[in-house]
């Protein structure tokens, strides 16, 4: 599994725009890049998963270099509900590379009224 | 949307005792997970759970844990003598191996040991 590394905290405006990059420099030709949020005494959601290029949905885009040695969760016009523990993960996924799938510290990210 | 769902929300029990958490993982999922998360850290892989066996363990995952899906539905952690250092958040999560490969957690069990 890919190792990666994120900022370990961020803080943001209300109504702001906010970008969390992660840099995964090892990423494998098979890895996909996944996000989870993770709010206080909850598991781990779902955000965004992503191969190459760019990727959104309803609640986030990601934005992933041709190199794909990094990547760009984006969080359009954050609330304060958006307060939460943001982990990026890189992985083999169709391998199984999942099956010991590792957390970082993730980016805590703290939205501001 | 279906989801994992895990019980009891909350448990409490005394140093020495067996406890079992429950998780019911999203019906069509192949492959079954525990995580832990201690209070103020990361979370961190137990187990892995693939075709009524362990595909894979992290060193946390020693002889009193155990796992087991005893009637197709169910998916139980087993901790069969807990220390204090067992109090943390539980999560079970599952994923479908063919398409769709994300992984979904639960909301856990949060394991108190004193």
């Known amino acids: 599994l890919a190792k990666t590394t994120q900022p370990i905290s961020m803080d943001s405006y209300e109504g702001q725009e906010v970008n969390i990059t992660c840099s995964h420099n090892?990423?494998?030709?098979?890895?996909?890049i996944t996000w989870y949020q993770q709010f206080p005494s909850q598991g781990p959601r779902f955000i965004i998963q992503?191969?190459?290029t760019k990727v959104t949905n309803e609640v986030a885009s990601l934005f992933i270099p041709a190199d794909r040695k990094s990547s760009t969760l984006s969080l359009p016009r954050v609330s304060l509900s958006d307060t939460a523990v943001y982990y990026c993960?890189?992985?083999?996924?169709?391998?199984?590379?999942?099956?010991?799938?590792?957390f970082g510290t993730g980016t805590k990210l703290q939205v501001i009224p | 949307e279906p989801e994992v769902t895990q019980t009891p929300s909350h448990q409490v029990t005394q140093m020495g005792q067996e406890v079992i958490l429950r998780c019911v993982p999203i019906?069509?999922?192949?492959?079954f997970y525990w995580y832990r998360q201690i209070l103020g850290q990361k979370v961190e892989f137990l187990v892995s759970?693939?075709?009524?066996?362990?595909?894979?363990k992290s060193e946390i995952f020693d002889d009193q844990f155990s796992v087991e899906r005893p009637d197709g539905s169910n998916f139980t952690l087993k901790i069969r003598s807990t220390k204090l250092e067992d109090s943390a958040m539980y999560f079970c999560?599952?994923?479908?191996?063919?398409?769709?490969?994300?992984?979904?957690f639960g909301e856990g069990s949060w394991l108190t040991v004193v």
């Open positions: 999560a599952s994923r479908r191996t063919e398409t769709g490969n994300t992984i979904y």
């Open positions: 090892n990423i494998a030709t098979n890895d996909y």
């Open positions: 992503g191969y190459k």
């Open positions: 993960l890189v992985g083999d996924l169709n391998s199984g590379g999942y099956q010991k799938v590792t």
């Open positions: 019906s069509n999922h192949l492959y």
């Open positions: 759970f693939y075709n009524n066996e362990i595909s894979e």
